[in-house]
């Protein structure tokens, strides 16, 4: 079962320009994480963020959680063509078991 | 160098074949999973293992077995009875701090193919 919803599916940027891909999920939660994806890879983990936080940064990203309105955000400040990959946000859906749950993905491209 | 490794790269099996996927990891993580990733799409749960000799269902188990006989090990087997195996399968390992899981960590993947 997929959990997570983003949005949008695809986003494409200049370089130099801010990224925000949007999540939303459809039960309680611990945590919430965020990944990335390069094409043909592995996944990456850029933030987890807690039920309890409300914004996490990490360089140049920044992770909003609204757990009353179940979304999350992922703000990419400054994009840089690198920055090139698809987004999943996964939460572990409150089992403690540390199974995740992704969404589908926003495909980002940053244009040089 | 610590992390976890998947092999093959590519695998090529033709209908009715038994395959297996390997997944080592050097992390000393207690946790093991195994993913499914159809084009354009998430991920999908096959199984879990919070701990060795132990393993649960995911959301998609049926035509697919694992073990987990040691900890660094969790070999996903892709069955016959799997109806559409041609999918990139990601392993992945997870550690606990005060009972609450951390991220996960992935493996480079496995692209399987059914010829």
């Known amino acids: 079962s997929q959990q997570g919803e983003e949005d949008p599916q695809a986003l494409s940027i200049q370089e130099g320009e801010n990224a925000t891909m949007n999540c939303s999920y459809k039960?309680?939660?611990?945590?919430l994480q965020w990944y990335r994806q390069n094409s043909g890879r592995g996944l990456v983990h850029l933030i987890l963020?807690?039920?309890?936080?409300r914004e996490k940064h990490s360089g140049r990203l920044r992770v909003t959680l609204d757990t009353s309105k179940k979304s999350s955000s992922l703000l990419i400040t400054a994009s840089r063509a690198a920055d090139t990959a698809s987004y999943f946000c996964a939460t572990d859906g409150s089992s403690n078991t540390g199974k995740l749950i992704f969404g589908q993905g926003t495909t980002l491209q940053v244009k040089p | 160098d610590g992390g976890i490794t998947q092999s093959p790269k590519y695998l090529f099996r033709k209908e009715g074949q038994n395959v297996t996927l390997s997944c080592e990891q050097n992390l000393n993580h207690d946790a093991m999973y195994w993913y499914r990733q159809d084009p354009g799409q998430g991920l999908r749960l096959i199984y879990y293992s919070q701990i060795v000799n132990d393993f649960q269902k995911g959301d998609i188990a049926e035509g697919y077995s694992v073990s987990r006989e040691k900890k660094e090990s969790f070999p996903l087997t892709v069955t016959s009875a799997q109806k559409n195996p041609t999918a990139f399968y990601l392993c992945a390992s997870s550690t606990r701090t005060s009972g609450a899981y951390n991220e996960q960590f992935f493996g480079p993947g496995t692209r399987l193919t059914v010829l």
């Open positions: 039960t309680s939660i611990n945590n």
């Open positions: 963020i807690r039920s309890n936080e």
